[in-house]
């Protein structure tokens, strides 16, 4: 498998970063959805927030490297018999994952640093509050970081919907441009 994108198919840097962000994303949504039940004598009520933030963070981090590996290697162009519409909404679906991939993110840092704390990645590193103590910032960000959350489970389970609907129904190569074949 080559390293970068051709005009034919992705590439391993693009593959893999496409399903370790997919992962993450499920992993912390399943998590997130989880631990808002957890009380506060849970083993769990410190440790799951903590495992949430830092792979929120690192998923932050990658999804930058993906920007930029992404303006620098475009991907393949849309198969030859895919229609305008789908073409254009695929576009869509893409652009709209990633903002709302941005928001999740940067609402759930506020939400974690609105009280002027840092966030502790895993004990390797902390990541600074910028914006000090903020009276509410916690509130609005929460409903925001729920909102976009959920936004973003239902796009991406229309995008599977989509890449299953090309691979069963079409049988195209649009699904297995992605998994490397």
Known sequence: MQFRNSSERYGLVAISIHWLVA??????????????????????????PDIHRSVGILLFALMLIRVVWRLFD???????DHTRWEVAS???AH????????????????????DGSAISVFGWFDVPSLTGQVKGLEDTAGVVHYWSTW???????????????HHLIDRDRTLRRMLGQ
Request: hydrophobic content about 60%.
């Open 95 to 114: 652009a709209l994952l990633y903002i709302l991939l941005f928001v999740a993110m940067i609402s759930g840092y506020l939400i974690s640093t609105a």
């Open 74 to 80: 475009s991907g393949p162009g849309p198969l030859p």
């Open 90 to 92: 695929a576009h869509a």
């Open 23 to 48: 992962v993450a994303v499920i992993g912390l949504f399943a998590l997130g959805y989880w631990m808002v039940d957890l009380s506060y004598y849970d083993d769990w009520y410190k440790q799951g």
């Open 151 to 165: 936004a973003i489970v239902v796009l991406a389970a229309l995008h599977a919907v989509a890449a299953l609907k």
